[in-house]
């Protein structure tokens, strides 16, 4: 059994951890850790900073029970300090190949480390074990400030809202049809409910599976939320957000939080409602409840350079616009490649006119291998 003891002073937590696979070089140390057993992990990110929510044990536990990824977390130490560490899930599919992705699902999880140094200790174990278990290749969700001259696979939009200026400000800031459509909401008679409990998600699934279907994808499979559900929303790590007209649910966001940040992860909407203004109410209720509790900021998540439509209504939000890059290293090109968006393809035409019970029985059998 691996030693999980920890040794305290006043700057830093050193985690003694199983020391399969550990190496040794000028630069320090490499090990694995399993995030799922103990806090060793979580405490990590503490140390090294900079960690955001899905570099966390939580969003490993959820990833792994929903899909079976093997978690292949890698910490670099030097001088009995942690200085490194990356997260990885490797991707078994006889559909779509193996390879190691940090992390699956996220919109963007930077590699965490000191230096640069320490960040390609962090590579190249990654790497060895790509090579030993054949990956097809390696996928970092972020990393640019450690490959400056490696071209990017993919490129992505990202927003993120300051949420310290207060709600009135907040709400200023918005560009005047976000606030006219607040108001319409709010005068068509709707009324927001913030809940962490299950019945709240299984009313967001519902509204879920119509609207992947309206973009031409399958849902998630309802195994995933509820596990999101089990270790995340009912642990107080996030909340869902819904819009009702009486008894019916309009539209809702399910949001992420994990220190001073707040994520927005998912929303959906009734299409028959749409024109009520639902999803920009259950917007504008989450940045007022994180602006409330003290949160500094909110991300609104990965947007394809295509989705000109989704970039407008992020935008709108008085959000700051950064880019989100993924890199890609072939294991058999040894190399950085590039690769596409595959938000939009021939499937979406199919997914979109599918029974929702079929679409939901597909993306049951199909996330797993998408990663």
């Known amino acids: 059994m691996a030693s999980q003891q920890r040794v305290r002073d006043d ?8 020391k399969r ?3 040794a070089s000028g630069n320090g140390e490499v090990a694995v850790l399993n995030p799922l057993e103990g806090s060793c992990w979580d405490e990590a990110i503490g140390v090294v900073g900079g960690g955001g929510f899905f570099h966390g044990s939580r969003w490993a536990l959820v990833l792994q029970e929903s899909y079976g990824y093997r978690p292949y977390y890698i910490c670099c130490e030097q001088g009995g300090r942690t200085t490194g560490l990356l997260p990885l899930m490797e991707v078994d599919s006889w559909v779509t190949g193996r390879r190691g992705v940090s992390l699956p699902f996220t919109d963007e999880c930077q590699p965490l480390a000191v230096n640069s140094a320490s960040f390609q200790l962090l590579l190249q174990k990654a790497l060895a074990r790509g090579n030993e278990h054949r990956w097809k290749y390696l996928e970092l969700r972020g990393g640019r400030e450690f490959l400056p001259e490696e071209q990017a696979s993919q490129r992505f939009y990202g927003h993120v809202v300051d949420l310290t200026p207060g709600e009135e400000k907040l709400f200023a800031s918005l560009r005047p049809s976000v606030r006219r459509a607040i108001r319409k909401a709010k ?3 709707l009324e927001v409910e913030i809940s962490q409990e299950l019945e709240a998600v299984q009313q967001f699934y519902a509204l879920q599976c119509k609207t992947r279907r309206k973009h031409g994808l399958p849902p998630q499979p309802f195994q995933f939320f509820r596990k999101l559900h089990e270790h995340i929303l009912s642990k107080g790590c996030g909340i869902v957000v819904l819009a009702r007209l009486g008894a019916k649910i309009v539209a809702a ?7 001073q940040e707040a994520l927005y992860k998912f929303g959906a909407s009734e299409p028959a409602y749409q024109e009520m203004r639902g999803n920009d109410l259950v917007m504008w209720e989450g940045i007022k409840y994180y602006a409330w509790k003290g949160f500094r ?3 609104l998540g990965r947007t394809s350079v295509a989705n000109e439509g989704l970039r407008r209504f992020k935008l709108g939000w008085g959000a700051r616009e950064g880019s989100i890059e993924y890199f890609r290293y072939d294991l058999r090109l040894q190399g ?3 690769g596409r968006d595959e938000a939009f393809g021939w499937y979406n035409r199919f997914f979109s006119v599918l029974p929702l019970g079929l679409s939901r029985l597909f993306g049951g059998l199909l996330y797993r291998h998408v990663g």
């Open 336 to 338: 950085f490649v590039t």
């Open 253 to 259: 966001n399910v949001y992420l939080h994990k220190g």
């Open 11 to 18: 700057r830093l937590i050193v985690c003694e951890v199983e």
């Open 187 to 189: 005068g068509r008679g």
């Open 21 to 23: 696979g550990t190496e």
């Open 297 to 299: 900021s909110l991300h």
